[in-house]
Antibody, heavy 122, light 108 residues
Framework: QVQLVQSGAEVKKPGASMKVSCKAS????????IHWVRQAPGQGLEWMGW????????NFAQGFQGRVTMTRDTSITTAYMELSSLRSDDTAVYYC???????????????WGQGSLLTVSS | SYELTQPPSVSVSPGQTARITCSGD??????FHWYQQKPGQAPVLLIY???ERPSGIPERFSGSSSGTTVTLTISGVQAEDEADYYC???????????FGGGTKLTVL
């Protein structure tokens, strides 16, 4: 069965960087885009961007450009999202999610990781 | 910028029908999708491409669209349906994904 298992909670200080991992299993990792979505406490969902695990190509939401990096390691079927210059308003649960389209982009998410809580606090 | 507007809350009694709307501010040919999120859990895809239901999603969940508004309908609401519901759309070019603000469904 398809699973996305994310790394654990982290606490970071303002200005630091954080990196979340998303281990995929149960499907062909390179065949499906991985998206990252975050959710601040008590707030809605915010899309951050995607990575194509096959090519490594990425695309980021405008509000995160320059601060976010998305990479992957196909040998261990894992995607990563790194966010730098952290601020208190980056405190959120970060989710990875699989795009539903095989070998293409559909912009709909059929499987989600369990989420990784990031707390940014001095 | 493109926005999707949802009512903040909807309340319904068990067994009744709940309708949650999602309105875009421009005419759009993109598809819309719906997710259910229960407290402390990741979202779950409920409806994709306006009206398609993934396998395993109960038939009481359905989607429809009209003009710039899409609607999630939950027929015969059950207590377990109490959750937050989000609509979502994406441009076909892959450069932008947007979520509605979410609707909290309360089952009275």
């Amino acid at each position: 069965q398809v699973q996305l298992v994310q790394s654990g909670a982290e606490v970071k200080k303002p200005g630091a960087s954080m990196k979340v991992s998303c281990k995929a299993s149960g499907y062909i990792f390179t065949g499906y885009y991985i998206h990252w979505v975050r959710q601040a406490p008590g707030q809605g969902l915010e899309w951050m961007g995607w990575i194509n695990p096959n090519s490594g190509n990425t695309n980021f939401a405008q509000g995160f450009q320059g601060r976010v990096t998305m990479t992957r390691d196909t040998s261990i079927t894992t995607a990563y999202m790194e966010l730098s210059s952290l601020r208190s308003d980056d405190t959120a649960v970060y989710y990875c999610a699989r795009d539903a389209s095989n070998w293409n982009y559909a912009g709909v998410f059929d499987y989600w990781g369990q989420g990784s809580l990031l707390t940014v606090s001095s | 910028s493109y926005e999707l507007t949802q009512p903040p809350s909807v309340s319904v009694s068990p067994g009744q029908t709940a309708r949650i709307t999602c309105s875009g501010d421009t005419l759009s040919k993109q598809y819309f999708h719906w997710y259910q999120q229960k407290p402390g859990q990741a979202p779950v895809l409920l409806i994709y491409r306006d009206k398609e239901r993934p396998s395993g999603i109960p038939e009481r969940f359905s989607g429809s669209s009209s003009g710039t508004t899409v609607t999630l309908t939950i027929s015969g609401v059950q207590a377990e349906d109490e959750a937050d519901y989000y609509c979502q759309s994406a441009d076909s070019g892959g450069s932008s994904v947007i979520f509605g603000g979410g609707t909290k469904l309360t089952v009275l």
